[in-house]
């Protein structure tokens, strides 16, 4: 089991910043491959980006590439979503995912565990 407990969302201008974080506690978090997913209402749950196990590869939806950096700290049990250059569509619910099976992917289906997600507003 991992449980998954995202921070760091909140209301921001458009043009701004934020930074998620999403702790991990139970089973080894350097052997799960992680990912950040975001909905917004009315829409289906969407991938946002990836991350494999050691850090040293990476995935983004082309939505947020260039704007968004994931990253990841082992010794703390941490990953984290570096958002910049916000925009409106940004806003959503944004989720961190854990894969047990440490395959990077973009499929919602093949992670194992969810955290309870994290509310970004993004403002005109």
């Known amino acids: 089991q991992v449980q998954l407990v995202e921070s760091g969302g909140g209301l921001v201008q458009a043009g701004g910043s934020l930074r998620l974080s999403c702790l991990a506690s139970g089973r080894t978090f350097s052997s799960c491959a992680m990912g950040w997913f975001r909905q917004a209402p009315g829409k289906e749950r969407e991938f946002v980006a990836a991350?494999?196990?050691?850090?040293?590869?990476?995935d983004y939806a082309h939505s947020v590439k260039g704007r968004f950096t994931i990253s990841r700290d082992n010794a703390k049990n941490t990953l984290y979503l570096q958002m910049s250059s916000l925009k409106p569509e940004d806003t959503a619910v944004y989720y961190c995912a854990a894969d047990d099976g440490g395959y990077l992917t973009y499929d919602s289906t093949k992670y194992d565990y969810w955290g309870q997600g994290t509310q970004v507003t993004v403002s005109s």
């Open positions: 991350i494999s196990r050691s850090g040293t590869v990476t």
